[in-house]
Nanobody, 116 residues
């Protein structure tokens, strides 16, 4: 059974930082491209950042470039999202999944709320 368990969300003031962590089990983590996604109220889920299987290449949504950093640890089977300079518009539920995502791999995500 595949599990992608996300942690690290919370409430933070604008300009603050959070680090999200996603722990994977049930998959061969090191061969999969991984992504961080978010869904704000009333909006579609969107890809925020992605990283190749070995971690050499990353890409980001324009809205988070220069503020968010995705990384991974293939030994620990974890993928991380360091979020700096948070803005109220970053408020959303954040998820990790493969890139492209598998519908049956969505977990519960973690809430990130940025106050102004």
């Amino acid at each position: 059974q595949v599990q992608l368990v996300v942690s690290g969300g919370g409430l933070v003031q604008a300009g603050g930082s959070l680090r999200l962590s996603c722990a994977a089990s049930g998959i061969i983590f090191s061969i999969n491209r991984m992504g961080w996604y978010r869904q704000a109220p009333g909006k579609q889920r969107e890809l925020v950042a992605a990283i190749t299987s070995g971690g050499a290449l990353t890409n980001y949504a324009d809205s988070v470039k220069g503020r968010f950093t995705i990384s991974r640890d293939n030994v620990r089977k974890r993928v991380y999202l360091q979020m700096n300079g948070l803005k109220p518009e970053d408020t959303a539920v954040y998820y990790c999944n493969l890139d492209p995502p598998r519908y049956d791999y969505w977990g519960q995500g973690t809430q990130v709320t940025v106050s102004s």
